[in-house]
């Protein structure tokens, strides 16, 4: 993280894409942003569900679960989905959290948010305990020193005060016209050339 107070950091704060903004990997995204510097910065995608593996079978192939402890996992987490983080790194999990899990590897984002990438909050998840709220997903969202404040003045991207609600609770199809409403604009009047007088 950057100690530089001068420096405008997004951290903390959703990302809306705009229509035509020319990148299909975000088309309709919300991104949550963890860091944000002059270095650069890096987010989640949150309104992206992966379709496989399942969350049970994501655990299965992580060995973080046994076979004996598959029913209850399945159970836990049939409604819940993995979510596409973004294209960078695709194969490795990060978990966007609510306190109530810590370790020297959490990163204290904002508010109560936090992000771990570790498999203990994986096991945790998994036996019912740590956070109350989480979001699992694959690879993550990550611009070079520069790129983000180049596309948000190109008027790629919205910023919005993230909402915790609708990052654990909101339906994830509903995310993105959600993140809007935060601004107080509907989607079907959003044009990509918002903000040009």
């Known amino acids: 993280m950057n100690d530089n107070t001068s420096f405008p950091s997004l951290c903390g704060k959703f990302l809306i894409a705009m229509p035509g903004m020319g990148d299909q990997r975000f088309e309709r995204s919300v991104i949550y942003l963890c860091a944000h510097s002059e270095e650069g910065a890096m987010g989640f995608i949150v309104n992206q569900a992966l379709e496989t593996p399942t969350m049970p079978e994501f655990f299965q192939q992580l060995e973080i679960i046994r076979e004996s402890e598959i ?32 370790s020297d590897s959490t990163l204290h984002v904002d508010g109560n948010l936090r992000l771990t990438a570790t498999l203990d909050i994986l096991r945790s998840l998994a036996l019912g305990e740590g956070p109350h709220s989480s979001l699992i997903a694959l690879g993550y969202s990550g611009w070079a020193a520069g790129q983000l404040e180049d ?27 959600s993140s809007l409403a935060l601004l107080g604009i509907n989607s079907t009047s959003l044009s990509s050339d918002i903000g040009h007088a």
């Open 71 to 102: 029913n209850f996992v399945s159970e836990q987490f049939k409604d819940r989905t993995l979510n596409v983080g973004g294209p960078v790194e695709p194969g490795r999990g990060f978990v966007l959290h609510t306190t109530g899990f810590d």
């Open 151 to 177: 596309e948000i003045a190109s008027n790629g991207w919205l910023t919005a005060d993230a909402d915790e609600s609708i990052i654990f609770e909101t339906d994830i199809e509903k995310r993105y016209d």
